[in-house]
T-cell receptor, first 110, second 114 residues
Framework: SQQGEEDPQALSIQEGENATMNCSYK?????LQWYRQNSGRGLVHLIL?????REKHSGRLRVTLDTSKKSSSLLITASRAADTASYFC??????????FGQGTRLTINP | GAVVSQHPSWVICKSGTSVKIECRSL??????MFWYRQFPKQSLMLMAT?????????EQGVEKDKFLINHASLTLSTLTVTSAHPEDSSFYIC??????????FGSGTRLTVV
């Protein structure tokens, strides 16, 4: 199993702005998943993008995947205070255990 | 669908006692579950993989005799922290893998050992 490395480690923006966070990984994948963790809570699955997809949308979320660069990005548009959380990516190859990097701590300021 | 229930959500125990945390998959069968611990402002650290009907697989550095894992059925895995000490205070999270659907996480258990 491999872990993704999120960048930046922390991001602070104003409410209404867009937030972009990136994920890099090392080896080939079947899919890549993004998770959100609110403080003191478990992880919530946000979106899954398969290795043959380049972009995927879900509500205010937009995920891109570039397998040639082994990287993914998560864009949250029109951010809200409720988006304040830590975000983790999980590159997946086959059935495996999930391991996580440090994540991106996103703070939305009112 | 794909809900994982973790109980209790928080627990305070005295040093030297044991604490059991339950992780249940409510609407699906999970042959594999995972246990993580998380210290404040840090990432999740995988502790072990729990396999139904067999012994758990522990990550390097995790004491198997201290963190007992039992996966007796397809919907329940338990983590028992034995002889707990203050340094075991942490946030414990379980996860279950559902074939073709991915991973679902419990809401976590805050353990405080006093």
């Amino acid at each position: 199993s491999q872990q993704g490395e999120e960048d930046p480690q922390a991001l602070s923006i104003q409410e209404g702005e867009n937030a972009t966070m990136n994920c890099s990984y090392k080896t080939s994948i079947n899919n890549l998943q993004w998770y959100r963790q609110n403080s003191g809570r478990g992880l919530v699955h946000l979106i899954l993008i398969r290795s043959n997809e380049r972009e995927k949308h879900s509500g205010r979320l937009r995920v891109t995947l570039d397998t040639s660069k082994k990287s993914s990005s998560l864009l949250i548009t029109a951010s809200r205070a409720a988006d304040t959380a830590s975000y983790f990516c999980a590159p997946i190859q086959g059935a495996q255990k999930l391991v996580f990097g440090q994540g991106t701590r996103l703070t939305i300021n009112p | 669908g794909a809900v994982v229930s973790q109980h209790p959500s928080w627990v305070i125990c005295k040093s030297g006692t044991s604490v059991k945390i339950e992780c249940r998959s409510l609407d699906f069968q999970a042959t594999t579950m995972f246990w993580y611990r998380q210290f404040p402002k840090q990432s999740l650290m995988l502790m072990a993989t729990s396999n139904e009907g067999s012994k758990a697989t522990y990550e390097q550095g995790v004491e198997k005799d201290k963190f007992l894992i039992n996966h007796a059925s397809l919907t329940l895995s338990t983590l028992t922290v034995t002889s707990a000490h203050p340094e075991d205070s942490s946030f414990y999270i379980c996860s279950a893998r559902r074939e073709f659907y991915g991973y679902t996480f419990g809401s976590g258990t805050r353990l405080t050992v006093v």
